[in-house]
């Protein structure tokens, strides 16, 4: 008796967020192809946990613009805290269907907040978030090897030790 090959079922489903995800959560995504689904936009609530934590008066202003991971990629930066997971505006986009929100220092001290919507990225931000080894140096990179789609996905690369953990 041969046993009949079965295509897996595509799952439309959604993990409710509330706060931020936790690995197991997005492992489950990736797993079944479902996406996260955060009810309530951040925006607003990231804003006000910016201005209302700020400790300087130059923290109360800015923040509010977002850096793209390809507009650094290869530079080290050391991430201070994960500031939120947003919806992704790209509803028919592959992925978690959200991204995470960053806010980092660059080497010469200028603090960004940096968009991430890499699974790589995200899981391994989430990652060191549960395991309280935030803030760490780390960089995005490509991959050196394509997707079977012929994309390059973007990949976190840690880079504590050589930055001297400082």
Same mark, same amino acid.
């Not at 995800?21 to 995504?29: C, H, Y």
């Not at 603090?111 to 935030?134: R, T």
């Given at each position: 008796?041969?046993?009949?090959?079965?295509?897996?079922?595509?799952?439309?489903?959604?993990?409710?967020?509330?706060?931020?995800p936790t690995s197991d959560q997005v492992r489950m995504a990736v797993q079944t192809?479902?996406?996260?689904?955060?009810?309530?936009?951040?925006?607003?609530?990231?804003?006000?946990? $910016?201005? !209302? !934590?700020?400790? $300087?008066?130059?923290?109360?202003?800015?923040?509010?613009?977002? /850096?793209?991971?390809?507009?650094?990629?290869?530079? !080290?930066?050391?991430?201070?805290?994960?500031?939120?997971? $947003?919806?992704?505006?790209?509803?028919? !986009?592959?992925?978690?269907?959200?991204?995470?929100?960053? $806010?980092a220092a660059d080497v010469d001290g200028n603090i960004l907040s940096v968009a991430?919507?890499?699974?790589?990225?995200?899981?391994?931000?989430?990652?060191?978030?549960?395991?309280?080894?935030?803030?760490?140096?780390?960089?995005?990179?490509?991959?050196?090897?394509? /997707?079977?789609?012929?994309?390059?996905?973007?990949?976190?690369?840690?880079?504590?030790?050589?930055?001297?953990?400082?």
């Amino acid at each position: 008796m041969t046993r009949k090959e079965t295509t897996p079922a595509v799952i439309n489903a959604e993990i409710e967020i509330i706060g931020l995800p936790t690995s197991d959560q997005v492992r489950m995504a990736v797993q079944t192809g479902a996406k996260l689904y955060i009810p309530t936009p951040a925006t607003e609530v990231d804003i006000v946990n $910016r201005v !209302s !934590s700020a400790t $300087r008066a130059e923290d109360v202003f800015g923040g509010n613009e977002l /850096t793209k991971v390809k507009e650094i990629l290869g530079s !080290s930066l050391k991430v201070l805290e994960i500031e939120s997971m $947003r919806p992704s505006e790209f509803a028919n !986009s592959g992925g978690l269907g959200a991204y995470l929100v960053i $806010r980092a220092a660059d080497v010469d001290g200028n603090i960004l907040s940096v968009a991430i919507g890499s699974v790589d990225g995200i899981i391994k931000l989430l990652k060191l978030h549960e395991l309280g080894a935030l803030p760490r140096w780390v960089a995005f990179e490509y991959a050196s090897k394509p /997707t079977k789609a012929g994309n390059y996905p973007i990949n976190l690369i840690d880079r504590h030790a050589e930055m001297g953990g400082r």
